[in-house]
Each structure stands twice: as C-alpha cells, then as structure tokens.
C-alpha cells in the first residue's frame, strides 16, 4: 500500500541553525501538506502546497519557514533559524485532490528538537 | 497558571465492548469530517471519513455519526480490541483543504 515517507525521522539542531526535512508523498497525490505537533497537544495546520505554489498558510508559517518541491518526488519543509519553540513533531501529508472531502494520508514524522 | 499540554479525556474499555468517542467541532461552515488515530510515535493514521450531506457513514467495525444541528461528531468502534488503543482525533475541513483537528481521545482497551 503507498504510504508518506518521512526523513529523517529524529533530527536534534541547536537554536539558529536551519533544517531541512524531507517528505515522499504518495505518488499519484496532488496537495501536500505540513502539520506540527507540539509535544502533547494537537496537530496543527502549516501549509499546504498545490502546483508549485502555497494555495494556503497559518499564522505559525512565518517568514522562517519555506516549503519548496525540489523534483517530482519530494516535498521539503525548512525552517531558516530554528528557535526552542520549534521542537515539534513535523507531519507531512498529501492527498489525490482536494475540494471537499480528499483524504489525507499522514507520514510517520520527524520529531525535531531545537536545544 | 502555564499550561504545559492538554489533558485528554479518556475512555477505557473492555476489549470485546463497543466504543464510542465523541467530538464536537467549531465551523459550521466545515464540509468535511475525518477520524484520525495515532499510536504514541507515529503519524495519524485515517479510520473513516463523511461528508457534510452524510449523517452516518459505515466503514469495518467502525461508523461515523454527524450531527450538524449541533456540530457533532462521534467514532463507533465495535468489538474493542487491545489494538484500538490509541489517541483518536476528529478533524474538520472547509472546502477540502487545511484540516483543524480536535484535541483528541485516549482510548484505552483492558483485556
């Protein structure tokens, strides 16, 4: 079964230094997506991403972070200079479409911590 | 005083019992409801999706129930087996993009 890889799976950074984290979304999928977890609390929206642009954005996606697709693979989250705030687990997502009702298939996650 | 994360309700059940988890969303606008579970370590995993011109939706042993006069939602998982415990989520969405999810339910299944 097709399923959102996720790389890498632990990262550990120190405050000010950037990261990269790596996504393989389902292939035939359209829509990616980034979601945060703070330890404890609920998941929450970053961005999404359709067509080689942001369709869409939360306030937690400040000018810090940036998502790109650098091949037809892959879809990356960086965050230009980590702060502590910024130790979360990191889920991507992607769906087949969108406009009411595609679902989202979630990767397992990269649990960044920023010291 | 600071709040260090939230603190789910829980839901203990025998095994072999039904469960029913329930969520109550915010956006009367939202079109679209979707169950998550999540297993300590891991990325939500879907469970069963409905659309806002459903009011129940079946899926294996589990049915979802909407109740949109009063923005409710609720997961139904027959025969509990030690592998339903979990967190669950609900999850609303407007238009099929973002997700908003709820704070979760912990489900735990006794044997």
């Known amino acids: 079964e097709p399923e959102v890889t996720q790389t890498p799976s632990h990262q550990v950074t120190q405050m000010g230094q950037e990261v990269i984290l790596r996504c393989v979304p389902i292939s035939n999928h359209l829509y990616f997506y980034w979601y945060r977890q703070i330890l404890g609390q609920k998941v929450e929206f970053l961005v999404s991403?359709?067509?080689?642009?942001?369709?869409?954005k939360s306030e937690i996606f400040d000018d810090q972070f940036s998502v790109e697709r650098p091949d037809g693979s892959n879809f990356t989250l960086k965050i230009r200079s980590t702060k502590l705030e910024d130790s979360a687990m990191y889920f991507c997502?992607?769906?087949?479409?969108?406009?009411?009702?595609?679902?989202?298939?979630f990767g397992p996650g990269t649990r960044l911590l920023v010291l | 005083g600071e709040s260090v994360g939230l603190h789910l309700p829980t839901l203990s059940v025998q095994e072999g019992d039904n469960s029913i988890i329930n969520c109550a969303y915010s956006?009367?606008?939202?079109?679209?409801f979707i169950w998550y579970k999540q297993e300590s370590g891991k990325g939500p995993q879907f469970i069963i999706d409905i659309r806002s011109n459903m009011d129940k939706r079946q899926g294996q042993r589990v049915t979802v129930l909407l109740n949109k006069t009063v923005k409710h939602l609720s997961l139904q998982i027959a025969a509990t087996q030690p592998g339903d415990s979990a967190v669950y989520f609900c999850?609303?969405?407007?238009?099929?993009?973002?997700?908003?999810f709820g704070a979760g339910t912990i489900l735990r299944v006794k044997s």
């Open positions: 997502a992607s769906s087949e479409g969108s406009g009411g009702g595609e679902t989202q298939y």
């Open positions: 999850a609303e969405s407007q238009y099929g993009n973002k997700l908003v």
């Open positions: 991403f359709y067509n080689n642009e942001i369709s869409e």
């Open positions: 956006n009367s606008a939202s079109d679209y």
